[in-house]
């Protein structure tokens, strides 16, 4: 699955939401930032998430360095 472009995506909303799935409780004055993060690792992410990989491949059961 890939995720939408950053631009479609209520990052408020969607902090919102994990916060609440993973019973955080952050305070309204460091919201902005926490908000302001999440869009910023998203952005971050989009190369990896949205690389294109053949069918052919397999993902690893277990990871082993």
């Known amino acids: 699955m890939t995720p939408e472009p950053s631009n479609s ?4 909303s969607y902090v ?4 609440a799935t993973l019973g955080l ?3 309204e004055e460091i919201k902005a930032g926490v908000v302001a ?3 910023h690792i998203f952005a971050i992410a ?3 998430l949205t690389f294109p ?3 052919t ?7 082993e360095p």
């Open 25 to 27: 409780d952050i305070p």
């Open 37 to 39: 993060n999440v869009e």
């Open 46 to 48: 989009q190369p990896v």
């Open 9 to 12: 995506v209520d990052m408020a």
């Open 16 to 19: 919102d939401l994990m916060a």
């Open 53 to 55: 990989l053949p069918d």
């Open 57 to 63: 491949v397999e993902s690893a059961a277990t990871f």
